[in-house]
């Protein structure tokens, strides 16, 4: 028997957290499809997924909470994986870096670069954040603080071993200009190039002295091996690999696509197929960044506000409604907006619109007019002919759309053609075919057109919306789930009495209103109540800009000088550099707090303060238009 052509399919492994958000769902759905549709295209596919457990940040989360760092993943890890049970996500593997196989395949690896002189013992120094497990360089930081999260960075020195990148990037650039499908999309490749590539790469630390909870350095009892190789090579210590049984390893590697997020790009398509070099192994086929989910255009978290668990979303409207969305909405490759209310609209108009109210018309008119029962079409029309085209070529268009990763639009293709079954329904008014007897034939005919279309449709929605397919088949009572039935023409219906309804519509007025008031509530944090005496206390006057510049020392600053009236010009500091040039400060009439404490910000006095609005979008200077020296109250 010929064996089946294999597909191995990787998402990141993720770190635990008790905060997953729609955006983690992303890569996940992504592979998910992908692994499915290939399954179904009859490939044997291996679908890992996994956590990413070691690491200074988990420490010091466990010791907060007084357990060991494994107590403390060991919940979480069991919540991620309900989540993706709940989203249906069919991975075949879930490797964790805590598993024993994974340790070992580690530590055999570090000592096998580390024998060929590929890893060697240095000294690094750096300016670290705890929190975000990050070494900068002096030019990275931001008013000396770490660049991610603005937090406090240490000066660090300590040995640690290397790995030699730099060895590697002649024999990296000859592999890589025969293999561009190893950076996908394109306009990453050139963010590659010109950006790492080009200026030279420098050999990477490996270990740690500082962090603890970590696979140690199997000959440096000091040494704990930093990050990025005890989660890149999970890849391959998931198959196996450099254990006593590498038959996964040698049917799957290498990857036939690693998805991944943008942000650990450069990771996965430079350090990694370096450390695969390095090992003589092959090198993934292909790495391809996504953009992210953004709520509002900005970054989903917990901090934010704008955070909802994923299984609300499931709990309400169902796995596949939150899987439609994010498979469909985001053009791949690109950042993309996630909003629930755009995500009901899609719901209500794709799936219970388009989708929903075809099936369940077609099954009440076959119920009605056969009581259930079609058979093959006898008489194709020139209508149906057209039709039957379409469907028959569904399969393919779908395939070129998934060979380029274009999950969107290989989406697009199926609804396009749930759009034409909708509308050949009104072309051929089936209810008024079933006034005509001497039409029956006809009504037959046409009623299995449709009948087909869905079962075709939901044949290619498999791999996306699985629930829905199956309940689809379910109601069409076929027994031709498979592509190899995927040809109009395959039997005849005998459909179900009464099925279920896919998709309830939602309210989306309700929503609105609820999503509203949920917003209004998160805002209003009032301070304390003040009297009218305790407010009258602060003297707010108009005031006007006359000249405003950047802080000599600080870049989020602009010192500016301001007229509040009878020839007093105050020297005010304020943080707004970032968003207000200097240049259009002035001239402004602005609110200046009168009588606040002088003080020195960054070595230079600050006589007074401008009121300043601030929201997720936008920082506001307050103005008025009354005179310079108007009291305000
Ligand atoms: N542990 C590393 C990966 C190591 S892989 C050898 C990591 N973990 S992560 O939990 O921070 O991120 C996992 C994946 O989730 C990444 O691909 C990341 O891009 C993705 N996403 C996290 N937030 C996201 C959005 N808002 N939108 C889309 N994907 C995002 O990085």
């Given at each position: 028997m010929e064996n089946k052509k294999t597909y191995y399919v990787t998402t990141p492994i993720y770190y635990p957290s008790d905060n997953f958000h729609v955006g983690h769902c992303y890569t996940t759905c992504i592979a998910d499809a992908l692994a499915r549709y290939k399954r179904e295209k009859g490939y044997d596919v291996f679908f890992l997924t996994g956590s990413d457990e070691h690491g200074q940040k988990i420490e010091d989360r466990a010791k907060k909470a007084g357990v060991s760092p494994k107590e403390f993943v060991d919940p979480i890890i069991a919540n991620a994986k309900d989540l993706w049970q709940s989203l249906n996500i069919s991975y075949d593997k879930f490797i964790r870096t805590t598993d024993d196989e994974h340790v070992k395949c580690v530590q055999k690896i570090f000592q096998k670069l580390y024998e060929q002189g590929d890893i060697y013992k240095g000294t690094y120094e750096g300016w670290y954040c705890t929190p975000c497990e990050a070494f900068w360089t002096e030019a990275q930081l931001v008013d000396g603080k770490c660049p991610d999260c603005g937090r406090d960075v240490v000066l660090t020195k300590e040995d640690a071993y290397f790995f030699k990148l730099s060895k590697y990037q002649k024999q990296f650039e000859e592999y890589l200009a025969s293999h561009r499908d190893l950076m996908q999309p394109e306009s990453r490749y050139n963010e590659m190039v010109n950006n790492f590539l080009k200026p030279g790469l420098k050999d990477l630390c490996v270990s740690r002295a500082s962090v603890k909870w970590g696979i140690p350095v199997p000959f440096d009892d000091g040494q704990t091996i930093y990050v990025w190789i005890d989660a890149l090579t999970n890849y391959i210590s998931a198959l196996g690999y450099l254990s006593d049984d590498e038959s996964l390893f040698e049917k799957y590697w290498p990857a036939d696509l690693h998805l991944i997020g943008k942000e650990i790009f450069r990771f996965h398509t430079i350090i990694w197929p370096i450390i695969l070099m390095a090992l003589g192994l092959p090198l993934p086929k292909k790495v391809y960044g996504h953009g992210w989910l953004t709520i509002d255009g900005g970054k989903i978290s917990k901090s934010k506000g704008n955070y909802k668990d994923p299984r609300e979303f499931i709990k309400d409207y169902g796995a596949d409604t939150l899987r439609y969305y994010i498979l469909s909405e985001v053009p791949f490759g690109s950042d993309g907006n996630f909003s629930e209310l755009l995500m009901v609209e899609r719901r209500n108009s794709d799936l219970a619109n388009i989708l929903g109210n075809l099936v369940n018309r077609t099954i009440t008119m076959t119920n009605k007019y056969f009581d259930g029962e079609v058979t093959r079409i006898s008489n194709i029309t020139e209508l149906d002919k057209e039709v039957i085209i379409g469907l028959n070529h569904m399969e393919k268009d779908v395939e070129a759309k998934m060979e380029a990763l274009d999950i969107p639009n290989a989406l697009a293709v199926i609804f396009n053609n749930l759009k034409r079954l909708n509308k050949y329904i009104d072309e051929t008014t089936p209810w008024i075919l079933a006034k005509d007897e001497s039409q029956k034939g006809r009504l037959n005919d046409v009623l299995y057109m449709i009948l087909e279309g869905i079962r075709l449709c939901a044949l290619e929605l498999k791999a996306f919306i699985p629930e829905t397919a199956e309940k689809i088949f379910d109601a069409l009572d076929t027994k031709y789930r498979t592509f190899e039935y995927a040809k109009v023409g395959t039997s005849g219906f005998k459909v179900v009495k009464k099925p279920e309804i896919l998709f309830e519509r939602i309210d989306e007025e309700a929503l609105k209103a609820r999503l509203e008031s949920e917003e209004a509530e998160a805002k209003i944090e009032h301070l304390p109540e003040v009297t009218i005496d305790d407010f009258s206390k602060v003297e707010l006057v108009v005031g006007k800009v006359l000249e405003s510049k950047k802080h000599p020392d600080a870049d989020r600053l602009l010192v500016s000088q301001v007229d509040i009236g009878s020839g007093e010009i105050r020297q005010i500091v304020t943080g707004i550099a970032e968003f207000v040039k200097p240049e259009d400060l002035v001239g402004t009439k602005v609110i200046v707090v009168a009588n606040l404490k002088p003080a020195k910000i960054k070595g230079v006095e600050s006589k007074g303060m401008l009121l300043v609005g601030e929201d997720d979008e936008l920082v506001n200077v307050l103005t008025s238009t009354?005179?310079?020296?108007t009291r305000i109250r």
């Open positions: 009354c005179k310079v020296g």
